[in-house]
T-cell receptor, first 113, second 114 residues
Framework: DAKTTQPPSMDCAEGRAANLPCNHS???????VYWYRQIHSQGPQYIIH???NNETNEMASLIITEDRKSSTLILPHATLRDTAVYYC??????????????FGKGTSLLVTP | SAVISQKPSRDICQRGTSLTIQCQVD?????MFWYRQQPGQSLTLIAT?????????ESGFVIDKFPISRPNLTFSTLTVSNMSPEDSSIYLC???????????FGPGTRLTVT
């Protein structure tokens, strides 16, 4: 799996966009970028994933740079309930490499009133 | 997506005893995983438990300590055997499904060993 680097913590004001960066400069061509989050005392929650195109769903947007060496998860209008640890995971998922996830330390996002 | 439940949600156990954690999924899935999250730490994979095959354990985890059953496509158990205080953690099961094998997690079982 490619190594990822995330800031340990970030703050965001409620209602503003939260932009969470992830550096993955050693990413290989067939590795996907996955984002999960873990709200305190809950199991992790899948947010979004992408290969090279930007992706958007009802929860967030994922912006991947053209060289794929970094990405940004965007929560367009952060709410207090978005306070969580956000994990950026980069890996190939198939029968050869396996299907489990390797969680790093993530970014602890605090959304403030 | 998948909805996953775990039992018990929490337990306090004495040293030397064993606890079996149940994981129930609302749909049939082949790939299931068990993770451990020690206090203040990130998640660590214990084992992969695919139906129809023996569980595959990660380095540092052994079957005698963490036996796993996977009798069908919607259910699995993880037993934490001969517990010590170092086993105090949150234990989570998850399944991989979807176009790119996105994982969905249960709420976790919070275990405290005294």
């Amino acid at each position: 799996d490619a190594k990822t680097t995330q800031p340990p913590s970030m703050d965001c004001a409620e209602g503003r966009a939260a932009n969470l960066p992830c550096n993955h400069s050693t990413i290989s061509g067939n590795e996907y970028v996955y984002w999960y989050r873990q709200i305190h005392s809950q199991g992790p929650q899948y947010i979004i994933h992408g290969l090279k195109n930007n992706e958007t769903n009802e929860m967030a947007s994922l912006i991947i740079t053209e060289d794929r060496k970094s990405s940004t998860l965007i929560l367009p209008h952060a709410t207090l309930r978005d306070t969580a640890v956000y994990y950026c995971i980069v890996r190939v998922i198939n029968s050869n490499s396996g299907y489990a996830l390797n969680f790093g330390k993530g970014t602890s996002l605090l959304v403030t009133p | 997506s998948a909805v996953i439940s775990q039992k018990p949600s929490r337990d306090i156990c004495q040293r030397g005893t064993s606890l079996t954690i149940q994981c129930q999924v609302d749909s049939q899935v082949t790939m299931m995983f068990w993770y451990r999250q020690q206090p203040g730490q990130s998640l660590t994979l214990i084992a992969t438990a695919n139906q129809g095959s023996e569980a595959t354990y990660e380095s540092g985890f052994v079957i005698d300590k963490f036996p796993i059953s996977r009798p069908n496509l919607t259910f699995s158990t993880l037993t934490v055997s001969n517990m010590s205080p170092e086993d105090s953690s949150i234990y989570l099961c998850s399944v991989a499904t979807g176009a790119r094998y996105e994982q969905y997690f249960g709420p976790g079982t919070r275990l405290t060993v005294t």
